[in-house]
């Protein structure tokens, strides 16, 4: 099972992303996804998560600005991000708790992260 993220890249402040993060292998169901992201010298904070039944929360740095969503057939969270700030500026990389089925073709729980993609806004 991996994780991808992807859409990461140079903005300038106001503009607008759009983050992907994939989940491929053999799934049996993806529970709770989440969006973190971690400034130089910070510590990896959670920007953004939602459940499987599709209810969310945002850090309260983010409301109002960010969404994050997700497309179940796709096993495919999204983080739309607008309004974009300098201090938005970090590496973003989301996880997902899910089941996966192994050689025996039983279901496993487990968390896995994606890679960071990096998120730079300039002012």
């Known amino acids: 099972v991996q994780l991808q993220a992807s859409g990461g890249g140079l903005v300038q402040a106001g503009g607008s992303l759009r983050l992907s993060c994939v989940v491929s292998?053999?799934?049996?169901?993806?529970?709770?996804m989440g969006w973190f992201r971690q400034a130089p010298g910070q510590e990896r904070e959670l920007v953004a998560a939602i459940t499987s039944g599709g209810n969310t929360n945002y850090a309260d740095s983010v409301k109002g600005r960010f969404t994050v969503s997700r497309d179940n057939a796709k096993n495919t969270a999204y983080l739309q991000m607008n309004s974009l700030k300098p201090e938005d500026t970090a590496v973003y990389s989301c996880n997902a708790d899910f089941l996966y089925y192994n050689d025996n073709d039983e279901p496993v729980a487990q968390r896995s992260w994606g890679q960071g993609t990096l998120v730079t806004v300039s002012s």
């Open positions: 292998g053999r799934i049996s169901r993806i529970n709770n």
